[in-house]
């Protein structure tokens, strides 16, 4: 029956006795594709049933789906038209891991970070309103997404305009338990019936001449409703809320989606899922299932015991600890990421001095100021991207204030198949124009330990930004060091001592190819480490020595560390040709790092003739 449906409308012709076998399908060629191609796999197999059921009721793409994050989509993309490409997910060329709005007429909001949903279909409702346009806005969000405030936000102008609007609760985070049966269920199929709609409506109209009257009838709905309905805070901020009712039931989900689309205003529907559904390991471990890369269904993840060169982020993991042992001042901050950021064992060893705020990154940094400013020291350990949603908060909280928070920022740089959406290329531009920051960029593992330490000793902002993934294997030391502020190191020097040299300035992470480079060309090789304070007596030294200066960087050209060099000479009269290497001005698709480093010129191949034509111009 899968092999049939290539657009919603072919769904629309099945029988509502299909669309259990049709679930089961699906779920099978998730099981199978997701496992061969690695991907988003938990949240994707947790929401079959809801996906059938939405594109079956709804009139898709007319009517607006908006999936909150993305990675759940996989289901919805198989049923518009995807599913021949579904092997190619995340992959150079593929299909992105997300929602896109430029790849099907049925991704109706391009998404990859949390809690946007509602804001953006509120959007949608509002515009066919306006436009005088008969169609559905929905909003799917999960409710780990429900804890950000910008959810809330949403919520509360939705029934404030009353606008025609259904938000769906996708609850994942529990099993389905008794209570979502027998009354529960029979009262949310009642409530969401056209008879109490029609009842409820005309009570109001009956009623409304006689006010006392109608707040006691409200009064007495709204008891009568939370004593069995976990809704009130919802009804409170104008929503009629339903449910909770089984998301694995689709039978129910039509039913009920069916009778709530013919309601008006903002509506919630309360939906029970299962993460990992119908695949054992991953309904047993959904974290450790999230994004995945291939794997055999039959043997799961086989987590490797061999040593390894360790990740930036467990690096940060291991130098948090070992900080926290030292300094009890010591808090630790993540925004719903302690797997990602590398908390774990920092969870488990120091609870006392452990806070996920949930999917709060603006509360997560002014959390840290308030400590900050009762002498505790806290470090805040966030993706770049995601530091992006509480700039204001680093400025205005942080920043201004001048207050010793340690911002470790993974994900720096581009980050492979989560793409556009989640690419850390823009902490350098928007942290350096800051006052009274300091922004580190460690060139290896031990650097980064030490910077780190270095970073947490000061008594005023400082980032360290690093990439994901594996460095080049240096060990971090035991250790630690201090290093000095805004202090660079020479790493190779050119044979060429007539002024006639190339100069490479490395910031972070690309110190690989950085040595390639500088070895096939003999360049002289500076590792700039501090992007602020930058190393202006270096920056001179380079100047007198040296007829082309080259800035290399995993970070947006535009305003980056390539730009502060700029700047310096420009401000100093220094008249010197430079080439500036970073990610050009415009949104890098997903594939692999290295595919993604190609694309912007900053393979060693692509540097070293970049850097050849220019020389030879110059010369």
């Known amino acids: ?51 059938i059921a939405l594109h079956y009721v709804f009139n898709t793409p007319d009517d607006d789906l908006v999936w909150d994050v993305g990675h759940q989509a996989y289901a919805h993309k198989v049923l518009t038209g995807r599913k021949d490409q579904l092997h190619t997910i995340r992959q150079k060329g593929g299909l992105s891991g997300f929602p896109k709005r430029s790849e099907s ?16 279909a509120l959007g949608m409702a509002l515009a066919a309103k306006q436009k005088n346009e008969d169609k559905q806005a929905i909003a799917i969000i999960g409710d780990g997404a429900m804890t950000a405030g910008m959810a809330y936000e949403a919520l509360n102008h939705a029934g404030d305009v009353e606008a025609d609007l259904l938000v769906i609760l996708n609850d994942n985070d529990m099993s389905i338990s008794p209570n979502v049966g027998g009354l529960r269920k029979y009262l949310t199929q009642l ?6 709609s029609t009842f409820r409506e005309s009570s109001k109209k009956m009623l409304s ?16 409703k939370g004593m069995v309905l976990p809704g009130t805070l919802f009804e409170e901020m104008g929503f009629k809320y339903y449910g909770p009712i089984d998301g694995h039931n689709v039978d129910e989900l039509v039913t009920i989606l069916k009778n709530i689309k013919e309601i008006k205003g903002p509506r919630i529907l309360h939906v029970v899922t299962k993460k990992g559904k119908g695949y054992s390991p991953a309904e047993a471990d959904p974290c450790s299932y999230h994004g995945v890369p291939s794997f055999n269904l039959k043997t799961g993840i086989i987590k490797s015991t061999s040593p390894s060169t360790p990740t930036y982020t467990q690096v940060f993991g291991q130098w948090l600890c070992d900080m926290a042992e030292q300094d009890e001042r010591l808090i630790g901050i993540t925004p719903a990421m302690r797997e990602g950021s590398g908390l774990v064992e920092f969870s488990e060893r120091f609870p006392d001095r452990y806070y996920d705020v949930a999917i709060a990154e603006q509360h997560a940094v002014t959390l840290a100021a308030g400590m900050a400013c009762n ?32 911002f470790a920022i993974d994900r720096a740089g581009l980050v492979g198949p989560d793409g556009a959406t989640h690419s850390g290329n823009y902490d350098i531009s928007f ?57 660079a190191i020479s790493l190779r020097q050119s044979s060429k001592q007539d002024k006639t040299g190339i100069a490479i300035l490395l910031f972070g992470s690309l110190l690989s190819t950085a040595k390639q480079v500088a070895n096939e060309l003999d360049t002289t090789l500076i590792n700039m480490r501090f992007v602020k304070p930058i190393d202006t007596t270096m920056l001179q030294e380079v100047a007198k020595q040296h007829s082309l200066i080259v800035t290399l960087e995993d970070n947006a050209i535009m305003g980056g560390a390539g730009s502060a060099v700029n700047e310096y000479y420009h401000d100093i009269g220094i008249n010197i040709p430079i080439i500036n290497l970073g990610v050009p001005d415009e949104y890098i698709p997903h594939a692999e790092r290295e595919d993604q480093l190609d694309a912007c010129g900053l393979s060693p191949e692509k540097i070293i003739q970049k850097i050849s034509l220019r020389y030879s111009v110059n010369r």
């Open 1 to 51: 029956m899968l092999d049939s449906i290539h657009t919603p409308d072919d769904l629309r012709k099945c029988s509502l006795q299909d669309l259990p076998d049709l679930s089961h399908q699906l779920r099978q060629f998730l099981l199978e594709s997701i496992s061969t191609s690695g991907g988003h796999f938990s949240a994707s197999l947790g929401v079959v049933e809801l996906t």
């Open 105 to 120: 007429e049925y991704d109706s909001f391009g998404v990859g970070h949390s809690s946007t949903s509602i804001s953006a």
């Open 191 to 196: 409530l969401s019936g056209r008879f109490y």
């Open 209 to 224: 001449p006689l006010p006392s009257l109608a707040r006691l009838a409200k009064l007495t709905e709204e008891h009568m």
């Open 375 to 406: 002498g505790l020291k806290p470090v805040v350990a966030i993706y770049s991207s995601f530091l992006q949603r509480a700039y204001d908060q680093l400025l205005h909280d942080v920043a201004i204030q001048n207050l010793p928070v340690v």
């Open 431 to 487: 942290l350096r124009c800051l006052p009274n920051m300091t922004l580190m960029t460690p060139a290896d593992e031990n650097e980064c330990r030490q910077m780190l330490y270095t970073a947490f000793m000061q008594d005023t902002p400082v980032a360290v930004r690093y990439p994901r993934g594996k460095g080049i294997g240096i060990e971090p030391d035991s250790t630690m060091e201090a290093i000095e502020i805004g202090k």
